[in-house]
């Protein structure tokens, strides 16, 4: 059972480069998200999908664009990286919007 | 706006119980969360309240009061790897989780 996955595990980054985080499922859910966690504050949602070929704005988009070409797919763009997008970054899926939510392991990201 | 909020560290000796208040404030409701998360890994699932009361589930308990917006994680017969940082998580009237910063938790031998 592989869940979720995330790559990169870990990257630095050079601000003003372009990454894109990768997030697959595999366990057909419906609805997945991205969030960064950063020390002494809670979990902040980026952006969300509820189904395929929708996205949404969470709590903190700017800086980031999302996709959901697929059901499986969620990849997390940073257009040109500045150094306040230093944190670690979970993707999330649920089966529907009011499920629970699992985690994949997360990637850590470093923009100096 | 919206809030939730949590004690920010606690301590609790090896099998004893200890228990992790949190309140929220959400724009609606549509149920409460309870997260563990060890230091450099993902967030697991504990526990999902949506009605008032007590929810089981082995040495680990969750409670929920609608009606002044409290929730509290109780955890019993402690043991070492219980240390993580548990994370309260409320649901609002978008079906958004609105997170707590996590309550770090010390478990002495």
């Known amino acids: 059972i592989a869940g979720i996955t995330q790559a990169p595990t870990s990257q630095i980054l050079a601000a003003g480069r372009r990454m894109t985080l990768r997030c697959t499922q595999d366990?057909?859910?419906?609805?997945m998200y991205w969030y960064r966690q950063d020390l002494g504050l809670g979990l902040r949602l980026i952006h969300y999908?509820?189904?395929?070929?929708?996205?949404g704005k969470g709590e903190v988009p700017d800086g980031y664009s999302v996709s959901r070409a697929n059901t499986d797919d969620f990849p997390l763009t940073l257009a040109s990286a500045v150094p306040s997008q230093t944190s670690v970054y979970f993707c999330a899926s649920s089966a529907g919007v009011t499920d629970t939510q699992y985690f994949g392991p997360g990637t850590r990201l470093t923009v100096l | 706006g919206q809030n939730i909020d949590q004690p920010t560290e606690m301590t609790a000796t090896e099998g004893a119980i200890v228990q992790i208040n949190c309140t929220y404030q959400t724009s609606g409701f549509n149920g409460l969360f309870w997260y563990q998360q060890h230091a450099g890994e993902a967030p697991t699932f504990l526990s999902y309240n949506v009605l008032d009361g007590l929810e089981e589930k082995g040495r680990f308990s969750s409670f929920l009061s609608r009606s002044k917006g409290y929730s509290y994680l109780l955890l019993k017969e402690l043991q070492m790897k219980d240390s993580a940082s548990y994370l309260c998580?409320?649901?609002?009237?978008?079906?958004?989780?609105?997170w707590g910063a996590g309550t770090k938790l010390i478990i002495k031998p």
């Open positions: 999908s509820n189904t395929a070929g929708t996205t």
């Open positions: 366990m057909r859910h419906n609805a």
């Open positions: 998580a409320g649901l609002d009237s978008n079906y958004q989780l609105i």
